[in-house]
Nanobody, 119 residues
Framework: QVQLVESGGGLVHAGGSLSLSCVASGRTFSVYAMAWFRQAPGKARDHVASIMWSAGTTLYEDSVKGRFTISRDNAKNTVFLEMNNLKPEDTAMYYC????????????WGQGTQVTVSS
């Protein structure tokens, strides 16, 4: 029902910054939360950050606290991830996800955008 399209990935040097965007579209839907996950080759998909759509409360993985900021534009059904002071270990495919409030998990996923950080 919901389509998610990420953008903003790319190649950066360690210490650099990138900003990711994810736009949700489709038929009528309600947003409970949106989130960013990432997955490096040979590793499990890990949560990065999430945001509750109504209250704007956020949750971050410890490794990105103080460096990444998740935000949203409710009117545009868009979630952002501002990444600062990037490290090589941040290299991964970054995926956007949406929860419509059905259960504890996420309902739809984007195609991913690659972030590569060189040392």
């Amino acid at each position: 029902q919901v389509q998610l399209v990420e953008s903003g990935g790319g190649l950066v040097h360690a210490g650099g910054s990138l900003s990711l965007s994810c736009v949700a579209s489709g038929r009528t839907f309600s947003v409970y939360a949106m989130a960013w996950f990432r997955q490096a080759p040979g590793k499990a998909r890990d949560h990065v950050a999430s945001i509750m759509w109504s209250a704007g409360t956020t949750l971050y993985e410890d490794s990105v606290k103080g460096r990444f900021t998740i935000s949203r534009d409710n009117a545009k059904n868009t979630v952002f991830l501002e990444m600062n002071n990037l490290k090589p270990e941040d290299t991964a495919m970054y995926y956007c996800a949406i929860s419509e409030g059905r259960g504890m998990g996420f309902d739809s996923w984007g195609q991913g955008t690659q972030v590569t950080v060189s040392s």
